[in-house]
């Protein structure tokens, strides 16, 4: 397997756009989660998947952001309209079961996202 | 408050020398314990993890160690090398699928 894979590497965009990030967790696993790498705070969960159903998105900073799964292939992070401020790195995890049962968690290589 | 405090927050070493760093965390319930290596541009890559009745776990050159009643964990890293340059993030495990991550130790070994 190629690992999760997330689209685009880089994105630079202004202020005010929509931004849409991309990820395919590893074929099988049921679990699929999206991050947030800063500086300042390092990594934090935005939200996570459980077959394709979103369990948690207490950690999506505002309304501006939402996470869609329409299937066990693929997700997508959407902020609209984005600002300065999440500026960041995104990643996406996927594992084949719950954290708690000690399985690991793959992650993608990121989305830097820069906003201007 | 959950938390995971990493120290220290750089480090330098030259190659082949060991190294440790530091892990405490306040998460409570607790499940288990992980060690990420994250270079730079890529995404955090799994070496260990521990559940609280492992003391200890290896993998290769990396020894991770932990207390379960201090709340501490340590990583070590024997001979280093100039691939061992990275950011370690120790990681903890709340509840049932939250994992709570530490800021790092930036690691750099020179020749």
């Known amino acids: 397997d190629a690992g999760v894979i997330q689209s685009p590497r880089h994105e630079v965009t202004e202020m005010g756009q929509e931004v849409t990030l991309r990820c395919k967790p590893i074929s099988g696993h049921d679990y699929l989660f999206w991050y947030r790498q800063t500086m300042m705070r390092g990594l934090e969960l935005l939200i996570y998947f459980n077959n394709n159903v979103p369990i948690d998105d207490s950690g999506m900073p505002e309304d501006r952001f939402s996470a869609k799964m329409p299937n066990a292939s693929f997700s997508t992070l959407k902020i609209q309209p984005s600002e300065p401020r999440d500026s960041a790195v995104y990643f996406c995890?996927?594992?084949?079961?719950?954290?708690?049962?000690?399985?690991?968690?793959?992650f993608g290589q990121g989305t830097r996202l820069t906003v201007v | 408050k959950n938390q995971v405090e990493q120290s220290p927050q750089s480090l330098i070493i030259l190659e082949g020398k060991n190294c440790t760093l530091q892990c405490n965390y306040t998460v409570s319930p607790f499940s288990n314990l992980r060690w990420y290596k994250q270079d730079t541009g890529r995404g955090p890559v799994s070496l260990t993890i521990?559940?609280?009745?492992?003391n200890t776990k290896s993998n290769g050159r990396y020894t991770a160690t932990l207390d379960a009643d201090t709340k501490q964990s340590s990583l070590h890293i024997t001979a280093s090398q100039l691939s061992d340059s990275a950011s370690y993030i120790c990681?903890?495990?709340?509840?049932?699928?939250?994992?709570?991550f530490g800021t790092g130790t930036r690691l750099q070994v020179f020749p």
């Open positions: 521990m559940t609280f009745s492992e």
């Open positions: 995890a996927s594992s084949l079961e719950q954290v708690v049962m000690n399985t690991e968690a793959f």
């Open positions: 990681v903890v495990n709340y509840y049932t699928d939250k994992l709570i």
